[in-house]
C-alpha cells in the first residue's frame, strides 16, 4: 500500500473518532436540554431552538473535518441512549437465518449464524417482523477511505433507533487489529452500526461493497450472497448526491420489505 493511501486512511480513522466524540458531547447536551423542558413548558420554544442549534454546529464541525481530512468517516453511530429493553429472545440460537430486504435498487439478502451473534439476530428479527424497516431509506453512502452503504434508521438521518442498544458480538471474527488499529471488513459483510462506544449498537447496520479498513468495534453478523452484493456495489458506483464522498447515495435505497426467516 502507497504511503499516500497509508494516510488518506489514517486521516479518515481520525476524523472519525473526533466526530463520534462530538457527537456524543451534542447528544448529552441534547438530553439535558430535553430535562429542562419536561420541568417548564414555558421555556419549550427557547429550548428547542437551542438542540437544533446545537445539532447544526455539531454538522458544521463535521463538515470542516470532511474537508480537512478529505475522506469519509466511518458508519453513522445510532441512537446511543437505551430506554427500553431488549426484545426477548425467540430465535433458535443453533440456527443460521435469512434477512431479505426488497428494495428499490433490486433484492438483498444476506445469511446471519445465531450461534455467534444471538442477541443482534433476534432484534433483528423481531424489528422485521413488526415492519419497522419497511419503507425506510439507505440514508448514507461511502465513496473514499471506506466503502458502506448504511441502512436501518427510520428517521433517515443517522439518529435514530429502536429505543434499545444491542451488545457487541463477534468483534474477534475477522482477527486481530493490525499496526494502525484496523482489521479488513470484506466486500459482503454486513455489521452493526455504533456511536463508537461499547455496547452501542441499535437498529442501523451497513453493506460492505468494497474492502474496508475499521477498527474492530462494529459487530459482523451478517454475509451477502453474491447477487446481493453486486446491487449494493452498482449504489456505490452511482456515487453520492452532489459528488461528495460521505452522504445521501445518488441511487436511492429505499427498503420497501424486510423478512427474517429460519434456514
Same mark, same amino acid.
Given at each position: 500500500m502507497s504511503s499516500s493511501e497509508q494516510r488518506r486512511r489514517q486521516l479518515a480513522r481520525e476524523k472519525f473518532e473526533r466526530q463520534q466524540k462530538r457527537r456524543e458531547e451534542a447528544r448529552r447536551r441534547t438530553r439535558r436540554i430535553t430535562a429542562i423542558v419536561a420541568a417548564s413548558v414555558a421555556v419549550v420554544a427557547v429550548v428547542g431552538v437551542s438542540a437544533f442549534v446545537v445539532a447544526g454546529k455539531d454538522d458544521d464541525k463535521d463538515k470542516k473535518s470532511d474537508a480537512a481530512a478529505g475522506q469519509s468517516p466511518t458508519p453513522e453511530p445510532s441512537e446511543s441512549e437505551s430506554k427500553a429493553p431488549?426484545?426477548?429472545?425467540?430465535?433458535? $440460537? $443453533?440456527?443460521?437465518?435469512?434477512?431479505?430486504?426488497?428494495?428499490?435498487?433490486? +433484492?438483498?439478502?444476506?445469511?446471519?449464524?445465531?450461534? $455467534?451473534?444471538?442477541?443482534?439476530?433476534?432484534?433483528?428479527?423481531? &424489528?422485521? +417482523?413488526?415492519?419497522?424497516?419497511? +419503507?425506510? $431509506?439507505?440514508?448514507? &453512502?461511502?465513496?473514499?477511505?471506506?466503502?458502506?452503504?448504511?441502512?436501518?434508521?427510520?428517521?433517515? +438521518?443517522?439518529?435514530?433507533?429502536?429505543?434499545?442498544?444491542?451488545?457487541?458480538?463477534?468483534?474477534?471474527? &475477522?482477527?486481530?487489529?493490525?499496526?494502525?488499529?484496523?482489521?479488513?471488513?470484506?466486500?459482503?459483510?454486513?455489521?452493526?452500526?455504533?456511536?463508537?462506544?461499547?455496547?452501542?449498537?441499535?437498529?442501523q447496520f451497513f453493506l460492505v461493497y468494497k474492502e474496508t479498513k475499521l477498527p474492530p468495534t462494529y459487530t459482523p453478523f451478517g454475509t451477502m450472497d453474491d447477487a446481493s452484493l453486486k446491487a449494493v456495489q452498482k449504489v456505490g458506483e452511482a456515487g453520492v448526491e452532489g459528488g461528495a464522498g460521505d452522504g445521501a447515495p445518488k441511487k436511492a435505497v429505499t427498503i420497501e420489505k424486510v423478512s427474517v426467516e429460519k434456514d
Open positions: 431488549l426484545p426477548a429472545m425467540k430465535i433458535d $440460537k $443453533k440456527a443460521k437465518y435469512t434477512m431479505s430486504l426488497t428494495t428499490s435498487q433490486g +433484492d438483498i439478502g444476506f445469511s446471519m449464524d445465531a450461534a $455467534k451473534t444471538p442477541q443482534t439476530v433476534n432484534s433483528f428479527k423481531a &424489528l422485521a +417482523d413488526k415492519g419497522y424497516f419497511d +419503507d425506510t $431509506k439507505c440514508h448514507r &453512502l461511502t465513496t473514499q477511505g471506506i466503502f458502506v452503504l448504511q441502512c436501518g434508521d427510520p428517521k433517515g +438521518d443517522g439518529t435514530g433507533g429502536p429505543g434499545y442498544n444491542i451488545p457487541d458480538e463477534n468483534l474477534d471474527a &475477522l482477527g486481530k487489529a493490525g499496526a494502525d488499529g484496523t482489521v479488513v471488513y470484506p466486500p459482503g459483510t454486513v455489521a452493526m452500526a455504533n456511536t463508537g462506544q461499547p455496547n452501542s449498537g441499535g437498529s
